[in-house]
C-alpha cells in the first residue's frame, strides 16, 4: 500500500528525513513513534503530498508521489484521509456541515451528502450532534467529527498526526477502540504517528521508531517492546522508567497474532506495563511477555485472563519497567 524508498528531506541546511526505508501493508495498523523533531509529521505530510520530498520515491497505492502533476493532487488526496491532533474543524459551521465539506467541494448531490453525513455519524457514535456547532462539543466528540470527516469522501488511507494527545486516557481510548472498528469494518490503511505506548500497545500491527530523521527500529510492536531498542528507551526517557508500586508481573504466554496486553490495558482502563519477554526455542514454542500492573488490578485482571483462555503465570520477583501509558 505504502512503500517509501530512501526518503530525504531537507529544510534548509536541516536534515528531517534521512534515507527512509518503511513497507506499509493494506488494511494495517502502522504506527510511527518517536520523540519531537524526528521526522514523524513531516513523513505523514509526504504521504498525502502536503509536503515534497527531496530524493527517494514513495509508492502510496501503486502512485508514484513524487511524480504526480499538480493537476492531478487532488484526486490523489481524496483517496487519504486526515486527523489532526487539534481536530481542525471550522467553528462557524455544524456537525453535520463539518462532515458534508468535502463532499459538498466535490459537489456530491444533496441526497447523497445528506445519506453518507448521517451514516458516518451514527459510525462514530455522534448522531445527536449533528446540529451543534464544534464549541458545544468535548474533545473527544470533536475527534469524532473529525473522523467523520476524514472518511466523506471513502478513502483507502487514514493518516492519524496525534489523533490522542489532546485527549484525557478514557477518550483516547475510545477513539482507539473506534479506529480499530473503521480498520476492521471497512480495511482502510490507517497510519498513526504518535509518541503514546497505549496507542502502540493497543492499535497497531506495526512500528517504525524514528530517530534523528532515521528508521531506528520498525517491525511487530511486539517484538519492538520485547526487545527494547535504544530508540524506545530514549522515546519513553529511561531516567524516568518507573517501576508501578507493589505490581504483580505476569508472564503470558502469546500467539503470532495476540494483542492481548492492549487489549487489557484499554478494556479493563487500568495502568499497564510491558516489562520485556522473550521467544521460546523451537517453532512451535510460544512468546511470551511480562506484563506489570498494580496490585489492587490484579482481580480484574486475572478474570480477563481467564476468560480468554490465555496461558499465563504469575512471577513474583519485582523488576523495573517502562510505564505504558492509557
Not at 230 to 250: F, P, Q, S, T
Not at 254 to 269: H, V
Not at 316 to 324: A, D, G, M
Request: hydrophobic share 40%; aromatic share 6%.
Amino acid at each position: 500500500m505504502i512503500i517509501a524508498r530512501n526518503i530525504n528531506k531537507s529544510f534548509g541546511k536541516l536534515n528531517v528525513l534521512c534515507g527512509v526505508d518503511l513497507h506499509i501493508k493494506k488494511g494495517s495498523i502502522y504506527g510511527l513513534a518517536g520523540r519531537s523533531g524526528t521526522g514523524k509529521s513531516t513523513f505523514l505530510r509526504c504521504i498525502n503530498g502536503l509536503e515534497s520530498y527531496d530524493d527517494g520515491n514513495l509508492i502510496v497505492d501503486g502512485v508514484d508521489v513524487r511524480g504526480l502533476p499538480s493537476t492531478s493532487l487532488s484526486a490523489f488526496r481524496k483517496n487519504i484521509g486526515m486527523i489532526f491532533q487539534n481536530f481542525s474543524l471550522l467553528e462557524r459551521l455544524t456537525v453535520y456541515d463539518n462532515v458534508a465539506l468535502p463532499l459538498k467541494c466535490w459537489k456530491y448531490n444533496a441526497f447523497d451528502i445528506d445519506k453518507k453525513v448521517k451514516n458516518l455519524l451514527a459510525l462514530v457514535g455522534i448522531s445527536e450532534k449533528i446540529g451543534q456547532k464544534p464549541r458545544a462539543l468535548s474533545g473527544g466528540q470533536k475527534q469524532r467529527v473529525a473522523i467523520a470527516r476524514a472518511l466523506s469522501l471513502e478513502p483507502k488511507i487514514l493518516l492519524c498526526d496525534e489523533a490522542t494527545s489532546a485527549l484525557d486516557p478514557k477518550t483516547a481510548q475510545e477513539i482507539i477502540a473506534l479506529l480499530q472498528r473503521i480498520n476492521n469494518r471497512m480495511g482502510i490503511t490507517i497510519v498513526v504517528v504518535t509518541h503514546q505506548m497505549s496507542v502502540l500497545s493497543s492499535a497497531c500491527d506495526e512500528v517504525a521508531i524514528l530517530e534523528n530523521g532515521r528508521v531506528d527500529s520498525k517491525g511487530p510492536v511486539r517484538e519492538i517492546f520485547r526487545q527494547q531498542p535504544m530508540a524506545l528507551k530514549n522515546l519513553l526517557g529511561e531516567k524516568h522508567a518507573m517501576e508501578i508500586e507493589k505490581g504483580r508481573i505476569v508472564t503470558i504466554s502469546l500467539s503470532a497474532d495476540n494483542r492481548l496486553p492492549g487489549q487489557i490495558a484499554c478494556d479493563l482502563g487500568i495502568e499497564l506495563a510491558i516489562t520485556g519477554g522473550k521467544t521460546g526455542l523451537g517453532d512451535t514454542s510460544p512468546d511470551n511477555l511480562r506484563l506489570s500492573f498494580s496490585e489492587n488490578d490484579f482481580p480484574d485482571v486475572e478474570r480477563y485472563l481467564v476468560a480468554r483462555h490465555a496461558i499465563w503465570q504469575i512471577i513474583h520477583e519485582p523488576s523495573s519497567v517502562f510505564k505504558c501509558a492509557v
